[in-house]
């Protein structure tokens, strides 16, 4: 059988390269304790059990965490997660502009790839992070802007809804009041 040149040109052109396409990684609904526990500070497992956990089951994984800001860049933030001692995720964003405009205590949500366990000294750390809901304030941390700067304003309290009763008669008269 004589392949011809042609099909072998063509089939160059049509076949997709693999290398072109965005690779997929597998989601994990790990929590920070979790990892902790098993590779983190907390375990009590061989540094090699560790490593083994941690390359089997999480690295380049899909991680979902919230935290609080403890530092932020334009490009990166590091969060404390379980709300002790300091920072334990620090992750680098996507977007590069997308912790610029982070306040210091607010709490947000990230979704990262996860990329080095943590230990006691070093934070889990992850890249591709996206923030996946909008920061929110802490009491005492995150202010707003204006109260960063030393501007107050005073606390919003919504008004109390007064609800009117009305008797009627079937004929539509008032017999709230006597008549």
């Known amino acids: 059988m004589k392949i011809s040149p042609l099909i072998v040109a063509l089939s160059v052109f049509f076949v997709p390269d693999v290398s072109w396409s965005t690779p997929q990684y597998p989601e994990s609904a790990a929590s920070?304790?979790?990892l902790d526990r098993e590779v983190?500070?907390?375990?009590?497992?061989?540094?090699?059990?560790?490593?083994?956990?941690?390359k089997s089951q999480?690295?380049?994984h899909w991680m979902t965490w919230t935290g609080t800001v403890e530092l932020s860049s334009a490009n990166s933030a590091s969060l404390n997660i379980d709300r002790m001692g300091t920072a334990d995720l620090r992750v680098e964003f996507a977007d590069d502009r997308a912790g610029y405009d982070l306040l210091k205590g607010s709490i947000i949500t990230v979704r990262f790839l996860m990329k080095s366990e943590?230990?006691?000294?070093?934070?889990?750390?992850?890249?591709?992070?996206v923030i996946v809901t909008p920061q929110r304030s802490t009491s005492g941390y995150g202010q707003s802007a204006p109260a960063a700067m030393g501007y107050s304003q005073p606390a919003y309290t919504p008004p109390t809804p007064t609800y009117t009763f009305k008797c009627r008669t079937a004929d539509g008269k008032d017999c709230s009041r006597p008549q």
Do not use: M, R, V, W
């Not at 983190?40 to 941690?54: A, E, H, L």
């Not at 943590?118 to 889990?124: E, K, M, Q, R, S």
């Open 118 to 129: 943590g230990g006691c000294f070093l934070p889990f750390s992850g890249t591709n992070a």
């Open 32 to 34: 920070y304790t979790t």
């Open 58 to 60: 999480y690295y380049n």
């Open 40 to 54: 983190g500070c907390k375990s009590q497992y061989s540094s090699d059990k560790k490593d083994n956990i941690f």
